[in-house]
């Protein structure tokens, strides 16, 4: 028998304001259903734990806490802070577990400062462009 398998899913600034924000490039969901069909369409059962913040400090506490818990694999969207944050990249590193990094829309088709991703140098795996699969593929990754 296989055990269910646990996963820490953390959305970084702005990502609390889906559905309002931009929809053109992020789509019209909200966080919360984008939660709600995630879940609902996962191939196995599995324990979802979100988290959202739009603090880099409390982001980076959070990923530490990971060290303590037990999880198989964490999913990031560090919204912004993926291009800007060395105290994210130097946290992910602290991990043991598989790192998947997820982008709703694919920032290689935008803006030049999107281009640099400083948290991906810690991910075991990067996905873009996926708008609201990203969390369930991201996390169907780990159960094939
Ligand atoms: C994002 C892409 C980032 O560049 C942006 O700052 C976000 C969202 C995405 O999911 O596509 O906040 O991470």
Redesign the pocket.
């Known amino acids: 028998m296989t055990s269910t398998k646990k996963f820490l899913i953390i959305n970084?600034?702005?990502?609390n304001m889906l559905g309002a924000r931009e929809p053109e490039i992020?789509g019209s969901l909200s966080l919360l259903e984008i939660i709600k069909y995630t879940e609902k369409n996962l191939s196995a059962k599995c324990e979802c734990v979100w988290y959202q913040s739009n603090i880099e400090g409390d982001i980076v506490t959070r990923i530490q806490e990971l060290t303590k818990q037990d999880f198989n694999a964490l999913v990031i969207?560090?919204?912004?802070y993926?291009?800007t944050s060395v105290a994210i990249l130097d946290a992910l590193h602290i991990l043991k577990i598989p790192v998947i990094e997820?982008?709703?829309?694919n920032?290689h088709l935008?803006e030049e400062f999107?281009q640099t991703k400083l948290t991906a140098k810690a991910s075991t795996i990067i996905m873009?462009g996926l708008g609201k699969n990203?969390y369930l593929m991201a996390i169907e990754s780990q159960l094939l």
């Open positions: 970084g600034p702005n990502l992020y969207n560090p919204g912004a993926s291009h997820v982008h709703l829309s920032t935008r999107r873009e990203a």
